[in-house]
């Protein structure tokens, strides 16, 4: 089923004129899939890098290792430059991406699972989120790619609620 966000997100993208690519980790290409749900979507986007491993944020969006040696794959910092990879990568005007713990295992007592970083990257700035979820392993997967859906709709549509 096609999700009103979804459908929404794609008009505003129309609308603008934009084009958007993504970066995923923890959602493993979710987000791409609720997007290409919408018919059309082809229009306005380009792609997605499904980059799981620290290897290939590394490798293919260009995170800095420091940063993930630093902060680690699950930080603001990781997620920021992932979303900012995404927009280089693929050329587009808008990129948003996703890193964190799902579970079931995985978190620390300063990371637990559910702990999620969303960012989203235009030719301005680079936002970014940090997500406390609660649920099962697909309960915070599929929170995740509503709340990446939505931090888009909100920097395109200019709400406060996702300004970046």
Known sequence: MISDASVRLAGLLLKNGYTLSLAESCTGGGIASRITDVPGASVSF???AVTYSNASKEKILGVPRGTLERYGAVSAETAKAMADGARKLFGTDIAASATGIA?????TSEKPVGTVFIAVSDKNATGC???SLKGSRNDIREAVAESVIRMLIGVLDGSDSAKI
């Open 46 to 48: 380009a792609g997605c």
């Open 103 to 107: 579970g079931p295992d995985g978190g």
């Open 129 to 131: 989120a940090r997500l």
